[in-house]
């Protein structure tokens, strides 16, 4: 499949810079695979969709404010974005410019607190602060808001830019279709009977990375941390229907159950506790083991998220809805609206 076929025009002032006041009133673009039929909602609307014995499965990680603005010995501005903490104390990160970088260079925050690379191996820096880095994060770090988000990040993004369960530290980037449920909405479906089944996935460069390749199978992604608790498996292999929360939910659990042998329910394996690095990469003529729903938000053009919902819907299913939210101004990307597919 060539990545040219994942291409779409989105007009730039469809793309959401704010999040919303109310998370829940975002608005729910409803795709019914079966029919083909959309239907325009609105997200506190969602649980009307589900039935005793579902179980929503959401990705329990929390963002910590990755990226650091400093200076380097001479003067000039540095942006260091930490990706994940290493067993001997080495940060791995991306600062801008890394072409430039070597071991030994320095960045600078303030007057007590720097930082050093101390391996480097392309792209993949390694750095070590002068001090407890939990100290220089929290004084010296702020939300990393995508790109696409343009405007400095605030102290309001520290709550907006979390899922109201996150609980696990670890992320780089939000589990952006959870940004929508408040605590309202996941009691109404507990008091339908649904199950509510957490797991962790740390949001790492893996989810993010472009396609820089013109076939889309030569893609590989690059791990990311996760875990499933023995309480999540049992709730999953008990449910009538799985419904994921976004795409790294999805991704945590058909990588979870990627050698696993059939449960209770035909065709989808026993999961079990476990935990590790999942590279799972799902694009279209991918077969779904776990997953029946997905509860996800508007994806970039070409991006490994959008391959996945296309993979679970049909690409042109998935591009019908999309022009359909375009037409409708619906709000695309990690602030934005949200997208129910049945």
Same mark, same amino acid.
């Given at each position: 499949?060539?990545?040219?076929?994942?291409?779409?025009?989105?007009?730039?002032?469809?793309?959401?810079?704010?999040?919303?006041?109310?998370?829940?009133?975002?608005?729910?673009?409803?795709?019914?695979?079966?029919?083909?039929?959309?239907?325009?909602?609105?997200?506190?609307?969602?649980?009307?969709?589900?039935?005793?014995?579902?179980?929503?499965?959401?990705?329990?990680?929390?963002?910590?404010?990755?990226?650091? +603005?400093?200076?380097?010995?001479?003067?000039?501005?540095?942006?260091?974005?930490?990706?994940?903490?290493?067993?001997?104390?080495?940060?791995?990160?991306?600062?801008?410019?890394?072409?430039?970088?070597?071991?030994?260079?320095?960045?600078?925050?303030?007057?007590?607190?720097?930082?050093?690379?101390?391996?480097?191996?392309?792209?993949?820096?390694?750095?070590? +602060?002068?001090?407890?880095?939990?100290?220089?994060?929290?004084?010296?770090?702020?939300?990393?808001?995508?790109?696409?988000?343009?405007?400095?990040?605030?102290?309001?993004?520290?709550?907006?830019?979390?899922?109201?369960?996150?609980?696990?530290?670890?992320?780089?980037?939000?589990?952006?279709?959870?940004?929508?449920?408040?605590?309202?909405?996941?009691?109404?479906?507990?008091?339908?009977?649904?199950?509510?089944?957490?797991?962790?996935?740390?949001?790492?460069?893996?989810?993010?990375?472009?396609?820089?390749?013109?076939?889309?199978?030569?893609?590989?992604?690059?791990?990311?941390? +996760?875990?499933?608790?023995?309480?999540?498996?049992?709730?999953?292999?008990?449910?009538?229907?799985?419904?994921?929360?976004?795409?790294?939910?999805?991704?945590?659990?058909?990588?979870?159950?990627?050698?696993?042998?059939?449960?209770?329910?035909?065709?989808?394996?026993?999961?079990?506790?476990?935990?590790?690095?999942?590279?799972?990469?799902?694009?279209?003529?991918?077969?779904?083991?776990?997953?029946?729903?997905?509860?996800?938000?508007?994806?970039?053009?070409?991006?490994?998220?959008?391959?996945?919902?296309?993979?679970?819907?049909?690409?042109?299913?998935?591009?019908?809805?999309?022009?359909?939210?375009?037409?409708?101004?619906?709000?695309?990307?990690?602030?934005?609206?949200?997208?129910?597919?049945?």
């Amino acid at each position: 499949m060539k990545l040219d076929d994942f291409q779409y025009d989105l007009p730039p002032d469809l793309i959401a810079q704010y999040p919303l006041t109310d998370r829940s009133s975002s608005r729910l673009l409803v795709l019914d695979r079966k029919s083909g039929g959309i239907a325009h909602r609105h997200f506190h609307q969602l649980v009307e969709y589900f039935a005793p014995g579902d179980a929503l499965v959401v990705n329990n990680t929390k963002v910590f404010k990755a990226r650091l +603005f400093g200076r380097k010995e001479s003067g000039g501005r540095v942006e260091v974005l930490l990706v994940r903490e290493r067993e001997d104390g080495l940060w791995e990160a991306l600062i801008d410019k890394s072409r430039r970088v070597r071991e030994g260079y320095r960045v600078i925050f303030d007057d007590d607190s720097f930082l050093t690379v101390e391996q480097k191996e392309r792209t993949r820096i390694r750095v070590r +602060f002068n001090r407890p880095a939990r100290e220089v994060i929290d004084t010296n770090g702020v939300m990393p808001l995508p790109h696409y988000i343009r405007r400095p990040a605030d102290e309001k993004d520290q709550a907006t830019y979390q899922t109201v369960y996150a609980k696990n530290e670890g992320s780089i980037a939000a589990p952006t279709a959870g940004l929508h449920f408040t605590d309202t909405v996941l009691r109404e479906l507990k008091g339908r009977g649904v199950k509510i089944a957490e797991l962790t996935l740390h949001v790492g460069p893996g989810t993010f990375k472009p396609i820089r390749v013109e076939t889309v199978e030569a893609h590989e992604m690059e791990p990311e941390f +996760f875990e499933i608790t023995g309480e999540t498996a049992e709730i999953i292999n008990q449910a009538r229907r799985v419904i994921a929360v976004g795409t790294t939910a999805t991704r945590t659990l058909e990588y979870a159950a990627r050698s696993l042998g059939p449960g209770r329910y035909e065709g989808r394996p026993a999961l079990s506790a476990q935990a590790g690095w999942a590279d799972i990469f799902i694009y279209p003529g991918f077969k779904f083991r776990v997953v029946n729903k997905l509860v996800t938000n508007f994806h970039l053009p070409g991006s490994t998220p959008l391959l996945l919902v296309c993979a679970l819907a049909g690409k042109d299913l998935i591009f019908k809805a999309y022009a359909e939210a375009i037409r409708e101004k619906y709000r695309f990307y990690s602030y934005g609206d949200a997208m129910l597919v049945l």
